[in-house]
């Protein structure tokens, strides 16, 4: 069975969270990730590379909406995550 609490509450922007379940929630998106990639470069698919892609892209923010809610532990808007990004791009 799904744990519906993982997908439910640690992948969105608002709220807290702790250090283990951070660490745990960016292993567990990593290791799919990992695993993705490792298939479709060992088999060269098309289709699974563009399931990688995919998957790419919901990782940046799912891994987003991780540091978000740190942020929010430490006392710090998300908005703080927008910096980097400006900066990069000036």
């Known amino acids: 069975m799904w744990n519906t609490e993982l997908w439910g509450k640690r992948y969105k922007k608002s709220g807290r ?3 283990l ?3 745990k929630s960016q292993l567990f998106i990593l290791a ?3 695993g993705l990639g490792v298939l479709s470069f060992l088999t060269l ?3 699974l590379i563009c399931v990688s892609f995919i998957y790419g892209c919901t990782y940046l923010w ?3 909406c991780l540091i978000a809610k740190r942020l929010h532990d430490v006392g710090l808007s998300s908005w703080i995550l927008l910096v980097p ?3 990069t791009f000036r």
């Open 21 to 23: 379940d951070y660490f």
């Open 17 to 19: 969270i702790g250090r």
């Open 85 to 87: 990004i400006l900066l």
């Open 45 to 47: 698919s098309k289709v």
């Open 62 to 64: 799912l891994t987003f």
């Open 32 to 34: 799919i990730a990992t």
